[in-house]
């Protein structure tokens, strides 16, 4: 009875990333299928402590690792993107700060990308 709720909660999170992940998985493929692009960013909601988006900022390495089981031979990654003043997406989450205002990093928001080119 002591490890009940522990148990209970472990199981939560279990189901909930597994239902993120099949979430993303379906969206990555349905884009695959209908776009011409070699990579699907799936935005990451903004969390409330308390909320189930809440998910992504716990147990990131294991949403992650769900989907490179998934998708093998594709690159799976957590990214902050910034998109430009001409409207293309940039990984700033490498970028040098210098180079920051160039891009227009004033719209950042973190994403998880699945990569197949």
């Known amino acids: 009875m002591r490890g009940l709720k522990a148990q209970t ?3 939560n999170r279990l189901n909930t990333i597994s239902l993120n ?3 993303i998985y379906s969206q990555a493929v349905g884009a695959a299928k209908t776009t011409e692009k070699t990579s699907y960013e799936w935005p990451i909601p903004s969390t409330e402590p308390r909320s189930p988006a809440n998910i992504f ?3 990131m390495a294991d949403i992650l690792k769900g989907l490179q089981e998934l998708f093998p031979d594709c690159l799976v990654e957590y990214k902050i993107l910034a998109r430009s003043r001409d409207g293309k997406m940039h990984d700033i989450s490498k970028m040098d700060k210098a180079v920051l205002p160039l891009v227009g990093a004033y719209t950042q928001h973190p994403y998880i990308v699945i990569d197949w080119s």
């Open 57 to 59: 900022t716990t147990s």
């Open 9 to 11: 909660d472990e199981w």
């Open 21 to 23: 992940v099949k979430i």
